[in-house]
């Protein structure tokens, strides 16, 4: 049995005419005569009573109208899901991110994502950045958003924004008054500092700032990746930090955020994903990621 003999016969059963029928189908109606009577054919019974002028369905083809209705909604409908997932926007698309990446540019293309892209199942995990690259090359995540860089020549990144390096102070240091500060003005101070295996990209870029000072930071603290555990620190008089400006966003109470004078490295926050990852809604994804 052909799905398009069943809707010749929805149409025919519908308008109770041959004649209507083929004008409603755009088609000359002996072609149409013949579908009808080899689906009757294939069912073995036949669908219509045509022993008088006006036809009528017999007791078989009333019973099949119902069910050739939902079996061609059932087709619309998974041509429909089939497409979709073709171009993009049905399946499923798993993105992870580190914390403090939440606090950026990743709301607004999620939102933006989400609103051309409804029926895609978005599941987000927040993760540390180790962790996040584990993910994609096991293909666990179908794209991670951290900062760079990153290690591993077989994944792909798009660059998303870049944050100033900001110095995180209590508010009760004689810096928080001060519209910026120099690095070497708190060189002797202790310092709330991350591993390098916990966020390299942060590490890289803080520990090229000290450098770049000549400066060998006293370490309070090691070991605390997340911003917001960071900055608790700075306002527990634990130590100084230095910070993304997205750090700005969480309003941490007790904590002051200063400028660095004559710094201009900043920190790329970029989307890793792995090349051969052929996922049509990740590319429709990595679109809305375009500079």
Known sequence: MRY????????????????????RLHMAQPPLSQQIALLEKEIGTPLFDRSRRAIRLTAAGAALLPEARRLLTDLDETVRMVRGVG????GRLTVGFVPSAINGVLPDLLREFGATHPAVELTLRELAPD????AVHERRLDVAVLYLP?????????RLASEDLLLAVPEAHPAATAPTVAL???????????ERHDVPGLHAAITALFDGAGITPRIA?????????VLGLVAAGIGLAVVPSSA????RQGVT????????RQLDLAAIWRPDNASAPLEDLLGVMEP
């Not at 171009?87 to 049905?90: H, P, Y």
């Not at 962790?131 to 584990?134: D, M, P, Q």
């Open 221 to 229: 603290q090691r070991g605390v990746w997340l911003i917001q555990t």
């Open 248 to 251: 700005a966003a969480l309003g």
């Open 150 to 158: 990153i290690s591993g020549p077989d994944l792909a990144h798009r």
């Open 4 to 23: 398009r003999r069943l809707g010749y016969f929805v149409a025919v059963a519908e308008e109770l005419s041959f004649t209507r029928a083929a004008q």
């Open 184 to 194: 070497t003005d708190v060189a002797g101070e202790p310092f709330v500092l991350p």
């Open 131 to 134: 962790a996040l690259l584990r």
């Open 257 to 264: 955020l200063r400028r660095l004078t004559n710094v201009t």
């Open 87 to 90: 171009d993009g926007t049905v």
